[in-house]
């Protein structure tokens, strides 16, 4: 037991050394169904927080309890972060319901992709946080 939560402390001060090495502000994507049952989730949450002068720390199923994703105010965060991460459970090879109903519904031709769009999410750093076990 004492092993877990080492590696957890060493896993998390990973995660918030690599973060920190920017000089914008970073969103964090958080997609978790069920959180406060997720030690290391909410862990990262819990240290994110404690930086708001550095992050955004924006958690979908908070923001969206009845999964109606509000896509203008959500195209309009990711217009203000050059640095995204995205941090969600990795089950069943896949993300969850959410974040992919937020990858098909924000990230829209026309926005985010197209001849005429304008590229917006052109040059924004992403990485991808997802935990197993």
């Not at 090495?21 to 404690?50: F, G, Q």
């Not at 969206?64 to 991460?85: F, G, M, S, T, W």
Request: proline residues 5%; hydrophobic residues 35%.
């Amino acid at each position: 037991m004492g092993g877990n939560i080492q590696n957890l402390s060493m896993r998390t001060s990973f995660v918030s050394n690599m973060i920190m090495m920017s000089k914008t502000k970073t969103l964090i994507i958080v997609t978790h169904p069920h959180i406060s049952e997720s030690a290391m989730n909410k862990k990262w949450v819990e240290e994110l927080l404690k930086f708001p002068e550095k992050y955004t720390v924006h958690q979908l199923y908070e923001a969206y309890p009845n999964e109606k994703i509000d896509v203008l105010a959500e195209q309009r965060l990711v217009e203000q972060h050059d640095k995204i991460i995205f941090q969600f459970p990795y089950y069943w090879f896949n993300c969850p319901s959410l974040l992919k109903k937020w990858f098909d519904e924000v990230l829209t031709h026309g926005w985010a992709y197209g001849s005429k769009s304008g590229y917006r999410m052109k040059g924004k750093k992403q990485h991808w946080l997802y935990p197993w076990g």
